[in-house]
């Protein structure tokens, strides 16, 4: 059954029983399927504008009737029908911010593990019976060197096919694995891939050079099988062959990066020699096709934490057979190689001071140094800084409110694509409670007072109309839509997610500090990784309590840290070994296992 999606543009063949969302993951249509395909979360809403809508499921009550009636329907429980046409919202999502957040530092010096060199090779003589290999190998000139059975069994062939008998030869840690007719020194690729669980990142290098050729920044297609890593460990465990559904979507993922790249770039991918992968733990091991089963209980223990060596070809990826493929070293469990990566683009292993990174998702990731020690720990924040928990949250796309300024003359609101508003991103959501904190319309214990109290207080007419009672609990409107249907809430139970997502983070902050001795006024340096550290307000997110009360001239954001560092370590053998080395002298910090944890928790609850 034929499926157009739109405005990509992009036709597929769905198999009978499919629903929308299947299709999409399966043609490379980025839909947030956030609760795997249960019907629950309603952020998978497209447009369906041909096709047989006739059979509503019960899950389509996260729909009006209007909506329904305009063709609405939630794709994750919408079967395909055919000749089906289906329209997704455009937008710039936080996979296309990522694209500008990725800068290598500016005295990074690549040294790549690959190399190429065009050589001339003479014709063998009676006066000279040497093999092809021999004279090549002179002319060569590195010590040690010898050919690979596969650029061997090739040499005939190209010298055959090239009567000038220029060739270029590529060397890779003693070793020539390939061997090309012309001259093709500057066709030198690798890849540094940072695969995130929302999103999926795909840089291309020219390792000759260090320079960046291309970036593709796309929603992970694992997303429609589950919102976080558990939900996906749980999938993978369901049935025989889960696991490797999941990992073949984000290897397709990949090669349509590929692939993409070979069209607007014109690169040929057989001259990707190597690739650099980074994810947190799970995403390492889904990518690697290993069970990933027991990081969801006690202890949490994985399957492996130091960098695993493969090859392209083994994985199915669209590359050079043999291109090396490096998975970087996971911290622990819940720690993984995406935070290795963006510890090396820092000063943190010097451990001389107080500095504190971290990286905020549906996980935050911790890491402190300081008086010699480094450590790390991973809080379970919820997805309520990705949007997913939030009454009327959405990734950071096209009409998500993304910042939000309360003054006596009102609320003024800033919209992604300049357009009406539709939702809320993560920026967004904590810079609307950090107003409303500090405009007292959210007392300390989190609750959103009411008209009348606030009032009381003096608060401006303009901003009070914003407040409105909902049930017993009261609601604040961001946006008024003309209709008063498509208004932009933050309810009290939005309040409530965002209490809970920060006082994890912020617990952990607190005991990583009293591990080893940093105080507010040791503390030198905050360091925020991510798209989102990129996007937030640093004083709304001290005001909320997400980050230590230090001055704002601390607070450091590095951008795509996973993927800066993967780059770097995949142009440079100097910063593979730092980053090793930062894994295993990282020790690790279990909070569920400290006594004190639950006591920090409901303390940071407060605002």
């Known amino acids: 059954m034929k499926i157009t999606f739109l405005p990509q543009n ?70 395909v029908t055919e000749n089906m046409v289906v329209e997704v919202a455009e937008a710039e999502t936080t996979a296309s911010r990522k694209k500008k957040l990725i800068r290598l530092p500016e005295d990074f010096v690549p040294f790549s593990a690959v190399e190429k060199q065009c050589i001339r090779v003479s014709e063998s003589s009676l006066a000279d019976q040497r093999s092809d290999e021999e004279r090549i190998l002179e002319i060569f000139g590195w010590k040690g060197a010898a050919f690979s059975y596969d650029a061997l069994a090739k040499l005939p062939q190209v010298l055959k096919d090239n009567p000038e008998r220029l060739v270029t030869l590529t060397h890779r840690e003693g070793q020539i694995i390939d061997v090309e007719a012309g001259d093709t020194e500057k066709a030198n690729y690798g890849l540094a891939v940072d695969i995130g669980t929302t999103t999926a990142v795909v840089m291309l290098w020219n390792c000759s050079d260090g320079s960046m050729v291309d970036v593709s920044a796309v929603t992970n297609p694992q997303g429609a099988y589950g919102a976080d890593v558990i939900s996906r460990i749980t999938f993978a465990g369901e049935a025989e062959g889960n696991l490797k559904i999941l990992q073949q979507a ?13 069209e607007e770039d014109g690169i040929n991918s057989s001259n990707i020699y190597q690739l650099t992968v980074v994810g947190n733990t799970t995403m390492s091991h889904v990518f690697l096709g290993i069970d990933p089963a027991q990081l969801a209980y006690a202890p949490f223990a994985p399957v492996f934490t130091r960098g695993v060596h493969t090859e392209a070809g083994k994985l199915g990826l669209r590359s050079f057979a043999e291109a090396a493929v490096y998975v970087a070293s996971n911290i622990a469990g819940h720690v993984g190689s995406d935070i290795t990566a963006g510890v090396i683009t820092t000063d943190l292993m010097d451990r001389d001071k107080g500095h504190l990174f971290i990286d905020i998702g549906t996980n935050g990731e911790i890491v402190l140094t300081g008086n010699g020690r480094a450590v790390a720990c991973s809080t379970a924040a919820g997805p309520a800084f990705e949007g997913s928990s939030i009454s009327q949250g959405m990734r950071a796309a096209r009409g998500a409110i993304e910042k939000v300024d309360i003054g006596d003359d009102g609320v003024k609101i800033s919209v992604i ?32 007072l009411s008209r009348e109290k606030l009032e009381q207080k003096g608060i401006s007419p303009a901003v009070v109309r914003h407040v409105r009672a909902n049930g017993k609990a009261n609601d604040f409107v961001l946006y008024f839509s003309e209709d008063g249907k498509q208004d932009v809430v933050i309810t009290q139970k939005d309040v409530r997610e965002v209490q809970l997502a920060k006082a994890a983070i912020s617990a952990g902050i607190t005991i990583m500090m009293e591990e080893i001795g940093v105080t507010l006024d040791s503390l030198e340096k905050v360091s925020i990784a991510g798209a989102f550290g990129s996007y937030i307000r640093n004083a709304s997110a001290i005001q909320i309590g997400l980050l230590p009360a230090v001055s704002e001239d601390k607070i450091l954001s590095l ?25 295993t002298e990282i020790e690790h910090i279990e909070l569920a296992g400290r006594a004190s944890f639950q006591d920090q928790y409901m303390m940071a609850m407060m605002f």
């Open 250 to 262: 984000i290897i397709d993922c990949i090669n349509r990066a590929i692939a993409g790249f070979e």
């Open 559 to 583: 951008g795509n840290a996973a993927g800066i560092g993967a780059s770097m370590i995949l142009l440079s053998q100097r910063c593979r070994q730092e980053a090793e080395e930062a894994a």
């Open 10 to 79: 992009i036709t597929w063949e769905a198999e009978p029983g499919e629903t929308i969302l299947q299709a999409a993951v399966k043609a490379g249509v980025s839909i947030d399927g956030n609760c795997a395909g249960m019907g629950t979360c309603g952020k998978c809403r497209v447009k369906v504008l041909e096709g047989d809508v006739s059979e509503i499921r019960d899950h389509h009550h996260k729909l009006s009737e209007a909506d329904i009636e305009a063709g609405y329907r939630l794709a994750c429980c919408q079967p």
């Open 417 to 448: 694509g300049g357009c009406q508003p539709v939702g809320i991103c993560g920026s967004g959501i904590i810079d609307a409670v950090g107003e409303l904190i500090r405009t007292g319309i959210v007392d300390k214990s989190g609750r959103l």
